[in-house]
């Protein structure tokens, strides 16, 4: 019974995956938008990493290429998006009778302009709500740097994915 109904199931999602308006991953793009692309990260933070924007576009591209049939085009793309990082900041948090911090707050902030070129609806130019990690003050911000701007640029760009390329 099990194999049976493995059977149809499979062709079945395949199908529905293949028809370029379904997606088993929510991204729902009209069949006629081909092309994208994701201009250089400007960051207007106080605090700069340089390799933040970097790792935030190749992310993004990375994604939406394993995501979509979409192909990455400079030249007149049918999607645009052009992403600032308006915060990198820490700050302490969890302040403690003796008034010192129990942990650290590490935030990434994002400012999104998506343009789609072929259906202007569905542009968007939001500031997106600061994404953030806590870390313990016995930690120093240094050795859990790395992991915690990954977790917190994968959490960003889900939130950029949904916002610009989901229409439930």
């Not at 049939?69 to 820490?90: A, F, H, M, N």
């Amino acid at each position: 019974m099990r194999k049976w109904l493995l059977t149809l199931l499979i062709p079945f999602f395949m199908g529905i995956q293949s028809c370029g308006v379904y997606s088993l991953t929510g991204i729902n793009i009209d069949p006629s938008i081909k092309t994208f692309f994701v201009l250089p990260i400007a960051n207007e933070a106080l605090t700069v990493r340089p390799s933040l924007g970097f790792n935030i576009q190749q992310g993004l591209i990375n994604r939406i290429l394993s995501q979509t049939k979409l192909v990455e085009k400079r030249l007149d793309p049918d999607l645009q998006y052009k992403i600032t990082v308006k915060e990198y900041s820490l700050r302490p948090i969890g302040i403690s009778n003796a008034n010192t911090a129990e942990n650290t707050r590490f935030s990434i902030k994002v400012h999104c302009k998506f343009i789609n070129i072929k259906q202007p609806e569905n542009n968007v130019d939001k500031l997106f709500p600061a994404v953030y990690r806590d870390f313990s003050k016995e930690t120093s911000f240094q050795s859990v740097e790395e992991e915690l701007s990954q977790q917190i640029i994968t959490e960003i760009l889900d939130n950029i994915i949904n916002e610009t390329l989901t229409n439930w």
